[in-house]
């Protein structure tokens, strides 16, 4: 088990044994993944999916349009596929 | 071990592309990291790019991107008549479709933001023999599974 400590600004140095064994340098960025509970996984690398819900969040927000309204549409969508997928001949 | 298989109702999905934050999100981060697998349904997908296609538009596109980075297993829908003979599996005939898929797809969790129809009625979870949770009882799930 590896442990660090949090200095000022939140700053965490990475042990040199993991930055030698997955070639980690200087500059590298890296996603932490909330898992909750207190718990993060730390990947060396941008997830596309950061990025595109960024772009969506931002669209979203500019057009006022709610979570609510989202699953509301979804509900209504679910009901006319069903319709079309297993009523329908 | 074998990797966690949770199923993205549409409510899940759609919760996780439009906000960096939450549970939601951190379960379609875990998909595009390959630490677990996500699955959905056809009927997911369909249902996700409609509404997004009616209620924000200049989205689709994006949403599209999105499903393809998170890498999401797409599994076919349950034909009718899997579907007629399994109504009471479900109080809301609507989700029979989502609900047998999940199951033929053998996933570990369904994870829906779908209160009334899912996450209330405990008989689902015990009829289908898969247990069902709000995106954050996932994670809940999938950390227990990690540590």
Redesign the interface.
């Known amino acids: 088990m590896t442990t660090v400590q949090m200095r000022g600004k939140g700053t965490i140095t990475f042990p040199a044994k993991l930055r030698s064994k997955y070639k980690l340098q200087e500059g590298e960025v890296f996603?932490i993944?909330?898992?909750?509970?207190g718990?993060f996984?730390l990947?060396p690398?941008v997830?596309?999916?950061?990025v595109?819900?960024?772009?969506?969040?931002r669209?979203?927000k500019e057009?006022n349009?709610s979570?609510d309204?989202?699953?509301q549409?979804?509900d209504?969508?679910?009901?006319?596929?069903?319709q079309e997928?297993?009523i329908k001949k | 071990m074998a990797k966690p298989d949770i199923f993205l109702d549409s409510s899940a999905l759609i919760a996780g592309a439009i906000s960096e934050t939450g549970a939601a999100h951190a379960l379609l981060q875990l998909g595009e990291s390959e630490d677990i697998l996500l699955t959905v349904s056809e009927m997911v997908i369909v249902e996700s790019e409609r509404s997004m296609a009616r209620k924000a538009p200049q989205n689709l596109n994006d949403l599209r991107a999105f499903i393809k980075r998170a890498k999401l297993r797409i599994v076919s829908n349950p034909s009718k008549r899997e579907v007629e003979a399994h109504r009471y599996l479900i109080k809301d005939p609507n989700d029979v479709p989502i609900l047998l898929a999940a199951m033929k797809a053998k996933v570990d969790f369904i994870a829906t933001h779908n209160r009334k129809h899912f996450l209330d009625d405990p008989n689902v979870s015990e009829q289908s023999g898969i247990q069902i949770g709000t995106p954050g009882d996932a994670l809940a799930w999938i950390r227990e599974k990690l540590s």
């Open positions: 996603t993944i909330d898992l909750g509970g718990s996984l990947k690398k997830l596309e999916v950061d595109l819900s960024r772009r969506i969040a669209r979203i057009e349009i979570l309204e989202l699953l549409a979804l209504d969508e679910r009901k006319t596929y069903y997928n297993y």
